[in-house]
């Protein structure tokens, strides 16, 4: 009866460390700003709209005057009529300092063919410099981080939007 007890707990007390390794690795700050910013983007393209709610902090501010409800006001008008919406990102880097975490990539549009859809291809395929998505983590929690600033030193919007 010992043996047995002996190598389920020695398995169970394994298991657990692996489980405690794994999730170390998985809520550092520079995993948990890359994974956040990728899960935005993919509930931006799936126009999951409390989803990405969920991502904003309530004081967001952004270059372009947006607050946290202009900024998802303005995004579900104009992603509304973009049709088989993908978001791709490239050449992404990070800096983390502290409780801040900045995602910096470049960010193509693609979406299905409409006059509204070449417009947003055009503006933002086209830029050359690339998305800051500044987060800031909410508590002593690893996995709570929210955006806090948007920025892309090249995207001049018109006044209004």
């Given at each position: 009866?010992?043996?047995?007890?002996?190598?389920?707990?020695?398995?169970?007390?394994?298991?657990?460390?692996?489980?405690?390794?794994?999730?170390?690795?998985?809520?550092?700050?520079?995993?948990?700003?890359?994974?956040?910013?990728?899960?935005?983007?993919?509930?931006?393209?799936?126009k999951n709209w409390a989803r990405v709610g969920d991502f904003i902090a309530p004081d967001y501010q952004d270059q372009w005057g947006n607050s946290r409800a202009l900024l998802l006001e303005r995004t579900r008008e104009v992603l509304r009529y973009l049709r088989g919406l993908r978001i791709e990102s490239s050449d992404v880097n990070l800096r983390i300092e502290s409780a801040r975490g900045v995602w910096i990539a470049n960010i193509k549009i693609n979406a299905d063919a409409s006059e509204l859809a070449a417009m947003v291809k055009e503006q933002v395929n086209a830029l050359p410099a690339p998305f800051e998505l500044e987060w800031r983590r909410g508590s002593n929690k690893p996995w709570d981080w929210k955006l806090v600033r948007v920025a892309n030193a090249s995207l001049q919007l018109p006044p209004g939007f």
């Open positions: 009866m010992s043996g047995w007890f002996g190598r389920w707990f020695y398995t169970g007390v394994s298991v657990a460390l692996l489980a405690g390794v794994f999730l170390i690795w998985l809520w550092q700050p520079e995993r948990q700003v890359r994974y956040h910013s990728e899960h935005l983007l993919r509930a931006i393209e799936n």
